[in-house]
């Protein structure tokens, strides 16, 4: 249990990034999802072997799940702004159209 609590964090970090990237939030609720699974195995583990063990997928399982959690956010505002005009509702990838945005604007100033 100690291996699959690690690994979850582990890929709760790496889909709730690059899921938040390429399938929006739906990507980053996955990695929510494994985070939060990552943190109770974690946590029942230190239980079990009174604290020894459990710790770094607990670690990882939070910090998936804050990475999440901010492309979750990132999503959801993007898609709520703009979501008649960008296409697929709150993705950050090609879909979204807000690189373009940047660019045009950013091209304004330089």
Do not use: E, H, R
Request: charged content about 5%; some cysteine; aromatic content about 10%.
């Amino acid at each position: 249990m100690v291996v699959a609590s690690l690994i979850l964090g582990i890929c709760s970090i790496v889909i709730g990034f690059l899921g938040g990237i390429l399938w929006g939030f739906i990507g980053a609720l996955i990695g929510i999802a494994c985070g939060v699974v990552a943190i109770v195995l974690g946590i029942n583990v230190k239980n079990q072997t009174n604290g020894q063990k459990g710790t770094p997928a607990v670690i990882t399982g939070i910090i998936g799940c804050a990475v999440a959690g901010i492309f979750f956010i990132g999503c959801l505002a993007c898609g709520s702004k703009c979501a008649g005009s960008y296409g697929k509702w709150g993705y950050v990838g090609g879909t979204c159209k807000a690189s373009s945005d940047i660019s045009s604007a950013l091209s304004k100033w330089y």
